[in-house]
């Protein structure tokens, strides 16, 4: 039996964003696309979408021969015919397939290395197909081994260590400079993309007290009602500076919104304790000089790229642990598969039976006559084939049943004559 699995995608390997966002779907549109999906002779299939891939896993007898028809059905539900290419998506069957999802679920196929929402998006993904009843067998069985890729990875490797953003980083730092953020204040004077994300990050670090300023008052108090801040007046921000701990700036300026006379003058008003200067504005909003004065930390752009640049080499050089992982995962999972052949089943059918006939004659043959062992032997041989015979049969006669139901018969089978070393399926949430 070849292992019928195919997935075919859109990444950001395979082709650019507008393109990519032509077969972005909602969760929404998940539900609706996946029943037409399943009507088009899919036995079974998961669908899935970020903003940096969209995939389609799906099961069915001879799927390899439907790649393109694979393609076409992600495309058509879109009506994205104008504007994708099947150059653009990607494709892969059998192996192949289960080895993708886990190098996905595992991180190292994002575009930022140890990405740790995928795991989350791919887990979204199944639950949407169970919810409308698209998932089956084996699905199940491959996403919670790649689940199982994604816990490994990240309890077993630094993949997903350290900060890969700037303004992360600069939280991360933050953390390491003051041992409990709950204690501390914040101000973010800026309400652009980059003060919102770091501000985000700050009050999921659970900063004690969050500021926001910004030129436009409007746009400071929407700021601060999402990361539920409070606002500054940007006019009079500088007589509060002496109550924070954190500054985080990132605003456009052609000259400095903080001189170091100025920020010496905090100091002197603070009279004690350390002050965390984040300068994330190109131009530069903190004057440089700063940096000099005690008990004062001040990184701008170039610092925290550094630290960036510093993470993703420490996590580049994980790569090989995560493969493999990936490598024994997907050789534990090729054996499972494997088992399900009816061939190889039917064998350690009549292997168990046998070493259990033979056990128990070997118990009682002290109660026989040589004359009658030889009798007791071929009599329970004829037993154990005739209690065999119409399992095998009917293990071998499915031409007319679905894959999936083929599998779950063979996995019955196996569970229930206990043919496997291991029959505890994976149990890791989802």
Sequence with gaps: MIMNIACVGISHKTAPLDVRERLWYSDDE??????????RGLEECVLFSTCNRTELYAVG?????QIEQLKELLIGEKKANAHVGQDQLFAFAGIKAVEHLFRVASGIDSMVIGDVQILAQIKDGLSLAEEIGTNGFLTNRMFQSAFHVGKRVRTETLIGEG??????????????????????SALVIGAGETAE???????????????????????????????????????SFRQQLDQVDIILSSVESDKFILSAEEVKTI???????????????????????????????????DSLNGLVDENL???????????????????AFTQWHTALEVHP???ALREIAEQIRREEVEKNINRFTTKDRELLDLLTTRIVNKILHTPIVNLKNGQEESLTERLQKIRTVRKLFGLDPQTEERKDAH
């Design 30 to 39: 998940i539900r609706a696309a996946l029943p037409r999906l399943k009507a």
């Design 345 to 347: 089943t039917i064998i």
């Design 267 to 301: 100091c002197r008003q603070r009279h004690s304790g350390t002050l965390f200067i984040i300068d994330l504005g190109v131009p530069r909003n903190i004057d440089p000089a700063t940096r000099d004065i005690e008990n004062v930390f001040l990184y701008d752009i």
């Design 163 to 184: 900060a890969i953003s700037v303004s992360y980083a600069a939280v991360e730092l933050a953390g390491k400079i003051f041992d409990d953020l709950s204690k501390k």
């Design 61 to 65: 007898d001879s799927i390899a021969t």
């Design 197 to 235: 994300l770091t501000a985000k990050y700050l009050r999921a670090k659970k900063i004690g007290k969050l500021l926001i300023t910004n030129r436009t008052t409007e746009r400071a108090e929407l700021l601060a009602q999402r990361v539920n801040g409070s606002v500054l007046p940007y006019e």
């Design 313 to 331: 080499h420490k996590r580049e050089k994980e790569i090989p642990k995560v493969e493999q992982i990936i490598a024994a995962e997907l050789s």
